[in-house]
């Protein structure tokens, strides 16, 4: 079986997710590519992406409605979010993309880190409303700064694991 880890990457969260998707696939058959280089020759896809306003990018969307009879898997990162409701809504919009002739496998999401712009913004915005909202957000930034860590990174493995195994099983 050949695997294709593909992935679309702003900041290098989603990068280090693929790496380790990547490191976990078993064998010599796999390749791990940025989607504007990534062809569609392989069984099995692990699409990554970043969180674009709940949902992926548009060259992950592009890549996506390309893939017709293969078995997709999905990974993404957030910067936003860090609830497990929120990560399924997501997955669960990027997972509406996929074309039916595949075979979803399933998604895993992580937090990740955000841009820069995107703290001064906030900060911004609190000059002119310091409201408790505006302070959450600036909370989940700053807790964002630490991941994906060893721990997101770890369960990414699992979660690799956990699509193999199901593939033995089909």
Known sequence: MKYQVVYASRTGNTQKIAAKIFETLPGTSKDIQKVEEAGKEADVYFVGF?????????SIMDYLSELHGRKVALFGTCGMGGSREYFDQVAHRVEALIPDDNEYLGAFLCCGKMPGQVLERYKMMQEVEDSPRIRKMIQVYEEGMLHPDEADLDKAARFTREVLEKLQKA
């Open 50 to 58: 970043w969180n674009d306003k709940g949902t992926c990018s548009g």
